[in-house]
């Protein structure tokens, strides 16, 4: 098998985890959203950087946590799956080690949740810009 085709079949393999990793995040999104109530606004704020301190969206950040493996039922942060999902979406060891020091648990779960994907967003951020 020439490279050429070894690196397509490579290509392929990926694009249908990722795609597979979205489908799954969809739903627990939609789960989540009917759970808790949030104000979808709320979401779409907090993809644009601005995360407004609400119970709701506080709630909806843990039962997502909770639905990928990151957070167990009681809400603490599950470090190794954290990492594993982390390297589903970024490769790179270093960067993953770099978000990994957002596995920070402070007051309630919920809290963890809201300042650890604050944390993550500007982590991320930084990688963009």
Do not use: W
Request: charged content about 20%; aromatic content about 8%.
């Amino acid at each position: 098998m020439n490279t050429a085709v070894v690196l397509f079949l490579c290509i392929i393999s990926l694009s249908a985890v990722q795609c597979s990793i979205q489908q799954e995040q969809e739903a627990y999104h939609y789960e989540c959203v009917a759970q808790t109530g949030v104000d979808q606004l709320i979401i779409m704020k907090a993809m644009g950087g601005n995360f407004i301190d609400d119970p709701k969206f506080k709630s909806y950040l843990l039962c997502f946590g909770k639905k990928m493996g990151v957070h167990n039922n009681a809400g603490d942060i599950q470090r190794d799956v954290m990492r594993t999902r982390l390297m589903e979406m970024f490769p790179e060891e270093a960067i993953v080690d770099k978000m990994m020091e957002c596995a920070v648990e402070i007051g309630t779960p919920e809290d963890t949740a809201f300042e650890g994907c604050k944390c993550l967003y500007a982590i991320k951020q930084q990688l963009v810009n």
